[in-house]
């Protein structure tokens, strides 16, 4: 079976247990951002009461956090956790984002997608896996998300090895799939699931929708 083939099935089965999961929980652009940067190791739930903490604040406006102190922001976004790291990585965003486009999201939507994503790896503090969910959800670019859980599911089903790094695991799906940006946001959506509930670091295979396909079964149940 090739390898197209094979990431089809994974996504059916996956679509088929999980339903549509309608990611990217955000309401605007500038929202989703944001919540690309903070969600960095933390739960979602920590993003959701940092994000509701600047919104009670009227400050989830890339204008008002331009203007603000990187003290202030990291205030308000504590409950997301390692809140100063995150506040300067939030703020070298803004700066970028006004020193290049003046602060205007629109004038983003011309650039191409490699070159946006060159540009998004250059402001420290935003690593691939967040430069491409800027990409995807907030810019609707057919980029694909690779995270542990992609990895940790790639890798037991012998789709890659331990050793695979992270635009190799990227080049696999842009490669052997459609570029499209529907299906790379479902897919990532659902590889979350599954590693959330079934592909722990200790695997818990009895149940999983992926069980019917080859794995290692290596620690688990």
Known sequence: MMTSDKLMQMYQLLLERFGPQGWWPGQSTTEIIIGAILTQNTSWKNVEKAIANLNAARCLDFDKLN???TDFIAELIR????????AARLKNFVNWLFAEYRG????VENVSTDLLREKLLSIKGIGRETADSILLYAFERPVFVIDTYTFRVLSRH??????CEYDQMKDLFERN???????FNEFHALFVCVGKDFCKPRPKCQGCPLDCLPHSREQGD
């Open 104 to 107: 205007d999201l629109r004038l």
């Open 177 to 183: 799939l459609k570029l499209n940006t529907k299906l």
């Open 79 to 86: 409950p997301a956790g390692y809140y100063n790291i995150k």
């Open 158 to 163: 012998y789709l890659i090895d331990e050793y």
């Open 67 to 69: 203007a603000m102190h």
